[in-house]
C-alpha cells in the first residue's frame, strides 16, 4: 500500500462528506464499545489481569532478541524453517521464494496486518500467484481493490448493499437475480466461492496473534475458522509475523488470550484459537508438508529503547479504535495507512518517518479513552505527544502554529501579564457572545467554530476565583 498519512487533512475532510461512511460508522459504537464493557464487567481481575500482561509484554521488549532466537531453535527443531526479514521488500522475496520452491500457482491467505504492511498479495499477485483472502472482510476489501479500514473489522467501512454490488460485479456466473440483501446470503456465497479456493490452493499464508517461544508454535485467533483451512489444506504452510509478537511460555499466551477476545469483540474467547507446531508428523492426519516462518521487522526494532517502544504492547485488538472520536468520525482510510486510529498514530511516525505521518498524533483529542481501554495499557497519548515535541523540533509543523506557540509560551512565563491578558480576552469574550452565549465565528479559531460554536466566558477567570479563596465550578460561581 501506498502510504497517504501526509494527505490526513485532505483525507478526514473527504470522509466526513461521505454519507455512505457516516451509516457504516454509526454501526460501531453499540456493537463493539457495549459487548466489551459487559464481557469486563463479568470479570472482576480484569484490572490484574492487564498489569500481568503488560508485565509479561514489557519483559519480552527487554530480551526481545533471546526470545526471537529460542523460538527460532524450538520451530527448526520441530522441522520447521524461519526466515529474518529486516525490510518489507526482505520479507515479500521471502514468500515469493518458498511460492516457487514449492512450485505453487494458487494461494490462500488467512487475515494479517503485516501483510497488508509490506504488500505482500499485490507482489505475489504481480508475479503471476492467484492469491485470495479468505477471511471474509479482508476478500470483500480484495474484490474493491481497497486497503482494510479497521484492524479486525477491515470492511466495517462498508454498508451491506455495498458489499452486494461487489459481489454481482465478482460473481459474475451467478443468477444476477440471487437475493443478496441479508447478511446471511452474503457469507453463505461467499463460503461457497471460497470453498473451491481452499481445496485448490499450493501454499497458505496466515499472520499470527503470537509466537510462542517456549515451543515453537504460532497463534492465530479467528471467528470464521478460515485461518485453520489455510493452514492445514494446502502443502506449504508460511506464517508472517512481525517481532514483537513473541511471548515467552504457554502460560504468558493464556494470560494474554483472556485480554485480547474480550477487549476485541467482547467474547470471553474467539470462535477458533489455532496453536500451529511444526509441519504433519508421520501419523498426523492432515497439516501442511512444510511450515515456515518470515520474521519481519520493518523498522520495529529502531524503536526499542525509545519513548516510543510501548507501542510495541499491542496485540491489535482494536478496543482504541472502537472508542475514538476521531476514527468514528473519519474512519480507516484518512489515516492513510494499515494501522489506523490511536496505535496507528502511536506506531506510524515510528515506521514511516514524522515526514510522511505527521498528522496522525495531531489527529488526537487527548481525551484519553484509547489509553483507558487498552488492555496492555500503552500511554497512547504519551507517545502522540512524543511524537508532536519531535515534529516541533525538527520545524514540521505550520509557521503560524510554531510561532503561535511561541507568543504563548512568551506569555505564560510573565504570570503577572498572562493573568491580565486572560482576563480582558474573558471580557472581550464574554460580551461579544453575550447575546447567544456562544461565538459562532472568532479569528484564529477557525478550525473550531466552522464545525462547532465556541461557549462564551460568563465569570471569572480561574486565577481571579483562586485569589479570592473559591473552587471554580463550586455552588454559587458563575460559570
Known amino acids: 500500500m501506498q502510504p497517504t498519512a501526509h494527505a490526513f487533512p485532505e483525507n478526514a475532510r473527504a470522509a466526513l462528506a461521505d454519507a455512505r461512511l457516516r451509516k457504516a460508522l454509526g454501526t460501531m459504537k453499540s456493537g463493539f464499545q457495549g459487548n466489551r464493557a459487559a464481557a469486563i464487567a463479568r470479570m472482576p481481575e480484569w484490572e490484574e489481569l492487564r498489569e500481568e500482561g503488560r508485565r509479561i509484554k514489557d519483559h519480552v521488549l527487554a530480551h526481545l532478541d533471546v526470545y526471537l532466537e529460542r523460538f527460532e531453535a524450538r520451530v527448526v527443531a520441530n522441522g520447521g524453517h524461519v526466515h529474518w526479514a529486516r525490510t518489507a521488500a526482505e520479507a515479500r522475496e521471502a514468500v515469493l521464494a518458498i511460492c516457487r520452491q514449492a512450485g505453487a500457482r494458487s494461494v490462500t491467505k488467512g487475515k494479517s496486518m503485516v501483510t497488508e504492511e509490506i504488500g505482500l498479495t499485490p507482489f505475489l499477485e504481480q508475479h503471476g500467484l492467484q492469491t485470495v483472502e479468505t477471511d471474509l472482510g479482508e476478500y470483500i476489501i480484495q474484490l474493491r481493490r481497497e486497503p482494510p479500514s479497521h484492524i479486525i473489522a477491515p470492511a466495517v467501512h462498508l454498508t451491506r448493499d455495498q458489499v452486494a454490488e461487489s459481489f454481482r460485479r465478482a460473481h459474475g456466473g451467478l443468477d444476477p437475480g440471487r437475493p443478496l440483501e441479508e447478511a446471511r446470503d452474503l457469507t453463505d456465497e461467499a463460503r461457497a466461492v471460497l470453498r473451491r479456493k481452499f481445496l485448490e490452493a499450493d501454499v497458505g499464508i496466515t499472520g499470527a496473534n503470537f509466537l510462542v517461544a517456549e515451543t515453537g508454535s504460532t497463534v492465530i485467533v479467528t471467528n470464521e475458522g478460515n485461518g485453520d483451512l489455510t493452514q492445514s489444506l494446502p502443502r506449504v504452510h508460511v506464517v508472517v509475523a512481525s517481532l514483537e509478537k513473541v511471548v515467552p511460555t504457554l502460560e504468558d499466551v493464556s494470560t494474554i488470550l483472556r485480554l485480547l477476545a474480550r477487549s476485541a469483540t467482547g467474547q470471553e474467547f474467539t470462535s477458533y484459537t489455532t496453536f500451529s507446531t511444526g509441519p504433519r508428523r508421520p501419523g498426523d492426519p492432515d497439516g501442511p508438508e512444510e ?91 504519551k507517545i502522540m505527544r512524543h511524537w508532536r515535541e519531535k515534529e516541533h523540533a525538527a520545524a514540521l509543523s505550520p509557521t503560524s502554529y510554531r510561532y ?51 461557549p462564551a466566558p460568563e465569570g471569572k477567570t480561574f486565577f481571579q476565583l483562586y485569589a479570592e479563596g473559591r473552587r471554580p465550578n463550586s455552588p454559587g460561581d458563575v460559570r
Request: glycine share 12%.
Open 404 to 454: 503561535g506557540l511561541g507568543a504563548w509560551a512568551w506569555l505564560a512565563r510573565r504570570p503577572s501579564l498572562y493573568r491580565t491578558g486572560a482576563a480582558l480576552a474573558a471580557r472581550l469574550l464574554g460580551r461579544l457572545g453575550r447575546d447567544r452565549g456562544r461565538l459562532v465565528r472568532l479569528p484564529f479559531a477557525g478550525g473550531w467554530t466552522d464545525w462547532r460554536d465556541l
Open 291 to 381: 511450515f515456515h516462518v518470515v520474521l519481519v521487522d520493518n523498522g520495529r526494532s529502531a524503536l526499542l529503547g525509545t519513548e516510543s517502544q510501548e507501542v510495541l504492547r499491542c496485540i491489535r485488538c482494536s478496543a482504541c479504535i472502537n472508542h475514538c472520536p476521531i476514527y468514528a468520525a473519519v474512519g480507516g482510510h484518512a489515516y492513510g495507512w494499515i494501522v489506523p486510529g490511536p496505535i496507528g498514530a502511536a506506531l506510524t511516525p515510528g515506521l514511516l518517518g514524522l515526514e510522511e505521518a505527521r498528522h496522525l498524533p495531531n489527529a488526537s483529542t487527548f481525551c484519553g479513552r484509547c489509553e483507558a481501554v487498552c488492555p496492555m495499557k500503552i500511554p497512547l497519548p
